[in-house]
């Protein structure tokens, strides 16, 4: 008993190194954040922070208002997960509860179509937004995502084992239109498995790099993460101080999100990945 | 489902705004993609037709390669680690006698770097890892771990092994995550009747938690595969975009995106996009058809 004592004391040390190895980072990030650059330079590593977070700030925001891109990002990430979710329950409800004919066949069709890495049509893709004439909008950010299959694909599992067909049929007698049936009872049922889904919507808009890379040329347009790439090119990258800040200014405000969503998010993940 | 579901056509009506979208902005792009590698688009003008040109210049390309290889090199980094990491917390954490406590935080804490966008992690270290002012230099330093600072991200294996293992760091602990998922989908009679029965940790172990988190570790390998075969944000904010040093991060994305992005030829990126593609399948198949091996063999 004693032995094991020792051994789970050791486990224990071991496991908040790696702890420890999760958030220096993020630890550093912050406290050079607040050091100018002549400290940094000069007095290398250091855990205590400095006094210079005000001035860094001000250097950093003659460049880029990091906060428009904040804005941006958040834009579009909620009407992304707004639509997609919307959308993707409609989806999933029209194959769930109708028998029509070439529904199996599309279904697998989506399917097939969701293993496809997405970089695939990325220069089609391109090219089609040119000849639309949405390069530097949000259309080509916003719209697309109104067709993911593997939400319909997990939102169509969930209501096969969720919804009953008795409940439509009570409804239909009493003469309700098939929408209002959608909006009444299928998305009521769904939504736990909807906010499931939005979270990782919300996160895969919010990181999305390489799509608004291409699309978007207009500074002002910048998403965070095309905003701090443009950033390690520019100027600010001279001064360490305001280049930690602006790092910290993407990163912190997630940090906080998380404090409050993790538990639901961690469910979430444990979820999805029972069900596969 | 007892009985056959009448025939409703009020289906089409639910996925056709999903159809119209789907078909607009992916399978269109993608048979567009493929119509432009037969061809010498520049993005601008009538593309031209050059028949199998691009493709023939693909599988003799030797950054195309060297992109192959060194997407390979910083995954296969990177999923040791993170499977490594992840397996071993997973098996601490399984073990019956020693009932660890506190699995909800450690989960929450390993899971952070993952939520993180990878555009502010890749700035993030690129400039810890600086040469003369970076913060993991200075501590090393300040250690005497090392006597000189390391230009860490100007060596191609000292930049390989950074960003795969900035990868590892980002995703052990959502494999974590997933492994013990899967373990407490295994009923804890097995544990306990192994116990009664006398089995070592190392047979248990061998014996009973390995064999059953099989199907979901390979799950945990297509996905990272899959993944890491399309890194491109990493690679490209960490060093100049385009794969230093020496093109030892220049991976296939980022070789298609630079060949279509900054040096417009369109055509020469769709054919690399399908070489890519094509590994994706290759690979997913070998995967496919490995299980299904074992699976026979069990049965």
Redesign the interface.
């Given at each position: 008993m004693k032995k094991d004592k020792v051994v789970k004391g050791i486990f224990y040390t071991l496991l908040i190194l790696l702890v420890i190895i999760s958030f220096i980072p993020f630890y550093m990030m912050i406290v050079n954040a607040t050091r100018s650059n002549g400290d940094i330079l000069q007095n290398g590593f250091t855990l205590l922070p400095g006094g210079a977070l005000m001035e860094n700030y001000d250097i950093l925001i003659q460049y880029m208002n990091l906060w428009r891109g904040f804005a941006n990002s958040l834009v579009i990430a909620v009407a992304v997960t707004l639509l997609s979710s919307y959308f993707s329950a409609l989806t999933a409800f029209g194959f769930a509860v109708y028998n029509f004919k070439g529904r199996n066949a599309l279904f697998i069709l989506m399917l097939i179509l969701m293993m496809v890495p997405g970089q695939l049509g990325l220069i089609g893709f391109y090219d089609l937004i040119q000849t639309m004439g949405f390069l530097d909008t949000y259309v080509p950010l916003i719209i697309p995502p109104i067709a993911s299959p593997f939400i319909v694909f997990f939102l169509r599992q969930y209501l096969a084992t969720t919804m009953h067909p008795s409940l439509l049929e009570a409804a239909r007698i009493d003469g309700a239109k098939e929408l209002t049936l959608f909006h009444k009872i299928g998305l009521p049922i769904l939504m736990p498995a909807v906010a499931t889904m939005a979270i990782f919507t919300f996160i895969g808009s919010w990181n999305n790099y390489i799509l608004p890379l291409v699309v978007l040329f207009s500074p002002e347009k910048y998403t965070l993460p095309v905003m701090l790439g443009a950033l390690r090119g520019s100027q600010v990258a001279q001064n360490l101080g305001a280049m930690y800040l602006g790092i910290a200014i993407s990163v912190v405000p997630i940090m906080i999100a998380f404090l409050f969503l993790s538990k639901y998010i961690i469910t979430s993940i444990s979820a999805g990945a029972v069900k596969e | 489902m007892s009985k056959?579901?009448?025939?409703?056509?009020?289906?089409?009506?639910?996925?056709i705004?999903?159809?119209l979208?789907?078909i607009?902005?992916?399978?269109?792009?993608?048979?567009?993609?493929?119509?432009?590698s037969f061809t010498s688009y520049t993005?601008m003008g009538d593309p031209e037709f050059i028949g199998l040109a691009n493709y023939a210049r693909l599988v003799t390309d030797p950054y195309f390669f060297s992109a192959f290889y060194n997407t390979m090199y910083i995954w296969g980094i990177n999923f040791g680690f993170q499977l490594g990491?992840a397996l071993l917390?997973t098996v601490?954490f399984s073990d019956i006698?020693?009932k660890?406590k506190?699995l909800?935080f450690?989960?929450?804490?390993?899971?952070?770097?993952n939520?993180?966008?990878?555009?502010?992690v890749a700035?993030?270290?690129?400039?810890?890892l600086?040469w003369h002012?970076g913060?993991i230099n200075?501590?090393l330093?300040?250690l005497g771990i090392i006597s000189q600072p390391i230009n860490w991200l100007n060596d191609p294996t000292t930049a390989r092994w950074s960003v795969g293992l900035i990868g590892a760091?980002m995703w052990f602990?959502?494999t974590f995550?997933?492994l013990?998922?899967?373990v407490?989908?295994i009923s804890k009679d097995y544990f306990e009747a192994a116990l009664i029965d006398g089995a070592s940790r190392w047979q248990i172990l061998s014996n009973v938690t390995l064999p059953l988190l099989k199907p979901?570790m390979l799950?945990v390998l297509i996905t990272s595969l899959?993944g890491g075969?399309?890194i491109?944000?990493l690679p490209?904010?960490i060093t100049d975009g385009m794969g230093a040093p020496e093109g030892s991060l220049n991976t296939m994305?980022l070789y298609?995106?630079n060949q279509?992005?900054k040096f417009n030829n369109?055509g020469y990126?769709?054919a690399v996009?399908?070489g890519?593609?094509l590994i994706?399948v290759l690979f997913?198949l070998i995967m496919f058809k490995s299980m299904y091996r074992k699976n026979v063999k069990e049965g």
């Amino acid at each position: 008993m004693k032995k094991d004592k020792v051994v789970k004391g050791i486990f224990y040390t071991l496991l908040i190194l790696l702890v420890i190895i999760s958030f220096i980072p993020f630890y550093m990030m912050i406290v050079n954040a607040t050091r100018s650059n002549g400290d940094i330079l000069q007095n290398g590593f250091t855990l205590l922070p400095g006094g210079a977070l005000m001035e860094n700030y001000d250097i950093l925001i003659q460049y880029m208002n990091l906060w428009r891109g904040f804005a941006n990002s958040l834009v579009i990430a909620v009407a992304v997960t707004l639509l997609s979710s919307y959308f993707s329950a409609l989806t999933a409800f029209g194959f769930a509860v109708y028998n029509f004919k070439g529904r199996n066949a599309l279904f697998i069709l989506m399917l097939i179509l969701m293993m496809v890495p997405g970089q695939l049509g990325l220069i089609g893709f391109y090219d089609l937004i040119q000849t639309m004439g949405f390069l530097d909008t949000y259309v080509p950010l916003i719209i697309p995502p109104i067709a993911s299959p593997f939400i319909v694909f997990f939102l169509r599992q969930y209501l096969a084992t969720t919804m009953h067909p008795s409940l439509l049929e009570a409804a239909r007698i009493d003469g309700a239109k098939e929408l209002t049936l959608f909006h009444k009872i299928g998305l009521p049922i769904l939504m736990p498995a909807v906010a499931t889904m939005a979270i990782f919507t919300f996160i895969g808009s919010w990181n999305n790099y390489i799509l608004p890379l291409v699309v978007l040329f207009s500074p002002e347009k910048y998403t965070l993460p095309v905003m701090l790439g443009a950033l390690r090119g520019s100027q600010v990258a001279q001064n360490l101080g305001a280049m930690y800040l602006g790092i910290a200014i993407s990163v912190v405000p997630i940090m906080i999100a998380f404090l409050f969503l993790s538990k639901y998010i961690i469910t979430s993940i444990s979820a999805g990945a029972v069900k596969e | 489902m007892s009985k056959m579901k009448k025939i409703d056509y009020h289906g089409y009506f639910f996925i056709i705004p999903f159809f119209l979208i789907f078909i607009t902005f992916t399978i269109y792009p993608i048979l567009l993609t493929f119509y432009y590698s037969f061809t010498s688009y520049t993005g601008m003008g009538d593309p031209e037709f050059i028949g199998l040109a691009n493709y023939a210049r693909l599988v003799t390309d030797p950054y195309f390669f060297s992109a192959f290889y060194n997407t390979m090199y910083i995954w296969g980094i990177n999923f040791g680690f993170q499977l490594g990491i992840a397996l071993l917390l997973t098996v601490l954490f399984s073990d019956i006698r020693l009932k660890m406590k506190g699995l909800g935080f450690f989960r929450a804490a390993f899971y952070l770097p993952n939520l993180i966008t990878i555009a502010s992690v890749a700035l993030l270290f690129g400039i810890l890892l600086g040469w003369h002012h970076g913060t993991i230099n200075h501590l090393l330093l300040d250690l005497g771990i090392i006597s000189q600072p390391i230009n860490w991200l100007n060596d191609p294996t000292t930049a390989r092994w950074s960003v795969g293992l900035i990868g590892a760091w980002m995703w052990f602990g959502h494999t974590f995550i997933i492994l013990m998922a899967g373990v407490s989908g295994i009923s804890k009679d097995y544990f306990e009747a192994a116990l009664i029965d006398g089995a070592s940790r190392w047979q248990i172990l061998s014996n009973v938690t390995l064999p059953l988190l099989k199907p979901i570790m390979l799950y945990v390998l297509i996905t990272s595969l899959i993944g890491g075969l399309q890194i491109f944000d990493l690679p490209m904010l960490i060093t100049d975009g385009m794969g230093a040093p020496e093109g030892s991060l220049n991976t296939m994305v980022l070789y298609l995106y630079n060949q279509a992005f900054k040096f417009n030829n369109y055509g020469y990126a769709a054919a690399v996009a399908y070489g890519l593609f094509l590994i994706t399948v290759l690979f997913s198949l070998i995967m496919f058809k490995s299980m299904y091996r074992k699976n026979v063999k069990e049965g």
